[in-house]
Each structure stands twice: as C-alpha cells, then as structure tokens.
Nanobody, 122 residues
Framework: HVQLVESGGGSVQAGGSLRLSCAAY??????LGWFRQGPGKTREGVAA???????TYLDSVLGRFTISKDNVKNSLVLQMNALKPEDTAMYYC???????????????????WGQGTQVTVS
C-alpha cells in the first residue's frame, strides 16, 4: 500500500482558509483523493485528481476547494477557502490504482489511507 501522511489541519473561523498537504510514498498509485468524515456521518469523497490532473469535486465544495498535486514531490494539496461550519470533519488523504475516478467519489475505490487531520470551522 501507499504510505500517506497528512498535515495542515486546524481550527479556523467561518469564511477562512486552510491548506491540507499529503505526502505519498512507498508504492505505485494512479489517482489521489481527499475524503472527510464529520461527527456521526459517513466518510465522503471531497475531491480527487487523476494522473493527467483532471479533478472531481463534491458539489458542496465546488468553487471553494481546489485539489492539486506535485508529481515530482509525490505530494497532494487541498486548498480550502470560504470554509463553513459544515466543513468540520476529519480529512483523509487516499490513493488508488484506479485510473479514473468518477462522481460520486467512492470510498470503496481507494485502498490506501492516511491517518487523517482534523479541520474545525466555527
């Protein structure tokens, strides 16, 4: 499995911004993604990016979040702007050998997971 390490979570007021990063190493993968799980909720796909850079977003974050990757550094970034209290969740980085990720972004398609980083919006 791919080893994934997230960083960049924290607490912010509504309307603020946070930048999450994920370092990926140890095995081969195609797509990378960000998922989140809020209190009492199921894990949901927030954004995913294909090997060619094509991105897919959860409808509720479209226009506010941007996923990007650095192929040289094997890193993934989620820039989150205009944050809302409902964005509060544990955020996870994930990787999959699947070549293309559709919508909705399905948890079952991702086989490697990071430990998560907490994002709290008040």
């Amino acid at each position: 499995h791919v080893q994934l390490v997230e960083s960049g979570g924290g607490s912010v007021q509504a309307g603020g911004s946070l930048r999450l990063s994920c370092a990926a190493y140890g095995a081969w993968y195609n797509c990378l993604g960000w998922f989140r799980q809020g209190p009492g909720k199921t894990r949901e796909g927030v954004a995913a990016i294909d090997p060619d850079g094509s991105a897919t977003y959860l409808d509720s974050v479209l226009g506010r979040f941007t996923i990007s990757k650095d192929n040289v550094k094997n890193s993934l970034v989620l820039q989150m702007n205009a944050l809302k209290p409902e964005d509060t969740a544990m955020y996870y980085c994930a990787a999959t050998p699947v070549l293309r990720v559709g919508y909705p972004i399905r948890t079952a398609e991702f086989s490697s997971w990071g430990q998560g980083t907490q994002v709290t919006v008040s």
